[in-house]
Every structure is written in structure tokens, then in C-alpha cells.
Nanobody, 127 residues
Framework: QVQLVESGGGLVQAGGSLRLSCAAS????????MGWFRQAPGKEREFVAA???????????YYTDSVKGRFTISRDNAKGVVYLQMNSLKPDDTAVYYC?????????????????WGQGTQVTVSS
């Protein structure tokens, strides 16, 4: 019922910035949770950021410690798009970045609780 498509990845130098987009289509609910995960070569997929929202309580954001202060997750409900603004990029940020959706609104950093996943977009940060 939900399709996700990531875009905005690319090759940047350390200290540079990228803005990732996740376009969502299909039916969603007002208490959705949207998350960003990443997977580097030879490593497991890890949580990056998440955003939850409802018509009554608004939005809350969550970040893993390694990106806090550098990355910002945001949303545009009218366009059905979730963004990940990445500043001060480091070589350790190099990974495939995935967008995920949890219609229950409770997944946050729990990868196994997300219902839908995009195909991923490559981010490469050179030194």
C-alpha cells in the first residue's frame, strides 16, 4: 500500500552537504513514523534518524548519536516527502541510505518494526 523512492545521493568531499529525499505514495495514516537507515560495506544496517507525527501532537525527531547536530530530518506532508539534510559530512558517513515507513508510528530505531522500505541511494564522502 506504500511505495518509497529515495533520491539525492552522490559523491561529495568531507565537510560538504547533501539533501536526501524520500517520496512516499499510497495510503498512510496520521500517526506514521518515517525513518532513515544506512548500510556501509561489510556492516549491518543501522538507524540514522526518524520522524513521527500526528494531526494532534505534531512532529518529534530522533537521531543516532553519531549524526546528532549534523543531520536534520524533516517532512513535507503536502508533497508526501521526507528529507534528510546532511551537513559536515565525514568519510564514515559513506553508505547506502534507505528510507522506511512504519504505519503504527512506534518503530523509531527498531528496524524490524518498519513495514516498507525504499531501494536505497548511495552516499559517498571522500577525504
Amino acid at each position: 500500500q506504500v511505495q518509497l523512492v529515495e533520491s539525492g545521493g552522490g559523491l561529495v568531499q568531507a565537510g560538504g552537504s547533501l539533501r536526501l529525499s524520500c517520496a512516499a505514495s499510497g495510503r498512510t495514516f496520521s500517526n506514521d513514523c518515517m525513518g532513515w537507515f544506512r548500510q556501509a560495506p561489510g556492516k549491518e544496517r543501522e538507524f540514522v534518524a526518524a520522524i513521527t507525527w500526528s494531526a494532534w501532537s505534531g512532529s518529534n525527531t530522533y537521531y543516532t548519536d553519531s549524526v546528532k547536530g549534523r543531520f536534520t530530518i524533516s517532512r513535507d506532508n503536502a508533497k508526501g516527502v521526507v528529507y534528510l539534510q546532511m551537513n559536515s559530512l565525514k568519510p564514515d558517513d559513506t553508505a547506502v541510505y534507505y528510507c522506511a515507513a512504519d504505519l503504527s508510528g512506534a518503530a523509531i530505531s527498531r528496524e524490524y518494526e518498519y513495514d516498507y522500505w525504499g531501494q536505497g541511494t548511495q552516499v559517498t564522502v571522500s577525504s
